[in-house]
């Protein structure tokens, strides 16, 4: 098994101890109360012959009695930086925005080893900005170890 696949076994399995882990700022003390579902992961073509895009985990996060707006996480897991794309990220976000018809996406990228990658992604001219796009993330080789 790669590590992506045992990643998304990870995320899919114990998707509350991801999201806390991963991403607990956007999480809160409410994420005990949420249901969390699991996305397509497939994401739709616009033609036939088009390039599907796939996401490692999309999780939606509902909450019954409404006390906060379901919000959609694209978990990915990068086992090396200088493979990722945040403009690959950006448009998987983008899809699955329009998809689910929401603008309540969080990017989440887990990168298993140290390097460079591009955190911010930023499309202007020369008066405005168009886009402004980043993610949250986690570089695993950086956390601290705890022998045993």
């Given at each position: 098994?790669?590590?992506?696949?045992?990643?998304?076994?990870?995320?899919?399995?114990?998707?509350?101890?991801?999201?806390?882990?991963?991403?607990?700022?956007?999480?809160?003390?409410?994420?005990?109360?949420?249901?969390?579902?699991?996305?397509?992961?497939?994401?739709?073509?616009?033609?036939?012959?088009?390039?599907?895009?796939?996401?490692?985990v999309p999780?939606?996060?509902?909450?019954?009695?409404?006390?906060?707006?379901?919000?959609?996480?694209?978990?990915?897991?990068?086992?090396?930086?200088?493979?990722?794309?945040?403009?690959?990220?950006?448009?998987?976000?983008?899809?699955?925005?329009?998809?689910?018809?929401?603008e309540r996406?969080?990017?989440?990228?887990?990168?298993?080893?140290?390097?460079?990658?591009?955190?911010?992604?930023?499309?202007?001219?020369?008066?405005?900005?168009?886009?402004?796009?980043?993610?949250?993330?986690?570089?695993?080789?950086?956390?601290?170890?705890?022998?045993?």
């Open positions: 098994m790669d590590h992506d696949q045992a990643f998304k076994n990870l995320f899919l399995d114990y998707p509350a101890a991801a999201l806390e882990l991963f991403a607990s700022a956007e999480c809160g003390p409410e994420l005990r109360s949420a249901r969390i579902l699991p996305i397509r992961e497939q994401q739709l073509k616009e033609r036939l012959g088009d390039r599907f895009r796939e996401l490692d999780l939606l996060l509902e909450w019954p009695d409404g006390q906060r707006e379901a919000v959609l996480f694209a978990l990915e897991e990068e086992t090396d930086p200088k493979n990722f794309s945040i403009h690959r990220l950006a448009h998987y976000c983008l899809d699955l925005s329009e998809m689910m018809k929401t996406v969080i990017p989440v990228v887990v990168f298993l080893r140290r390097g460079r990658f591009k955190p911010e992604l930023h499309l202007s001219g020369d008066h405005s900005e168009y886009l402004s796009f980043r993610f949250i993330y986690c570089e695993l080789a950086r956390l601290p170890r705890n022998p045993t």
